[in-house]
């Protein structure tokens, strides 16, 4: 049996660790699409998109920039 995670969106893999779905979420910050795609394509919020982003810039990563 499994569960599902109530903060995925359908759609997207329900067991997907908070770890994988950050390095996700770098990963298509790499390719400078928009946080709520990001989101939408994650799984998560689009203000989990914007705390990874906080955390990159304060490690000094540079990043993509998106209209």
Known sequence: A???????????APNRS?????????ELLGE???????ARRVGVSPSTVAAVKKA??????????TA
């Open 2 to 12: 499994t569960t599902t995670d109530p903060g995925v969106q359908s759609g997207q």
């Open 32 to 38: 400078g699409l928009p946080d709520r795609e990001i």
């Open 56 to 65: 990159m810039r304060s490690e000094g990563v540079a990043m993509a920039e």
């Open 18 to 26: 908070r770890e994988e779905a950050r390095a996700a979420v770098r």
